[in-house]
């Protein structure tokens, strides 16, 4: 069996708070998962608390790395612009968006960049758009 791969993440909060730690238990069709903290705690989080899931290379990051708004280098997958609720605008690619569920992975535009994937929760969106298709609303039919 398996063991289960711990993933270095910060859960952005609607209210704007940060939880950073690691998880083994995300999964993209639960609205639960659990992150363990730098102290071991141990804190339960509910998916549509939040507005993103960062999965990251280092949790302190670089703060004076700027990250570049675009696309490069990518080749897979298709390109995507999200704005959120609160005006943040990240640009990166996806293999799998659908508007049902709880959100969708994404992964940066920028390679130099401190993500490795993000996790969007549909409901902290103002809109999603694909490629070159027309804006669409990323809040799914309920």
Do not use: W
């Not at 141990?42 to 570049?68: M, P, Q, S």
């Not at 969708?104 to 103002?126: E, W």
């Amino acid at each position: 069996m398996a063991t289960p791969t711990e993933n270095k993440v910060i859960a952005h909060f609607n209210d704007g708070k940060l939880l950073k730690g690691t998880t083994l238990d995300f999964f993209p069709t639960k609205d639960r998962f659990h992150i363990i903290d730098d102290f071991g705690g141990i804190h339960d989080v509910r998916v549509n608390d939040l507005k993103a899931i960062f999965f990251v290379k280092d949790l302190a990051g670089n703060d004076a790395y700027t990250e570049r708004k675009g696309f490069f280098l990518r080749t897979q997958g298709k390109k995507v612009m999200v704005e959120f609720a609160d005006g943040e605008v990240l640009f990166g690619f996806t293999l799998s968006y659908s508007a049902r569920g709880l959100g969708f992975f994404m992964f940066p535009g920028d390679p130099d960049s401190n993500n490795i994937k993000v996790f969007i929760v549909h409901a902290a969106t103002k809109r999603v758009k694909l490629d070159n298709l027309t804006p669409t609303s990323a809040s799914p039919a309920r």
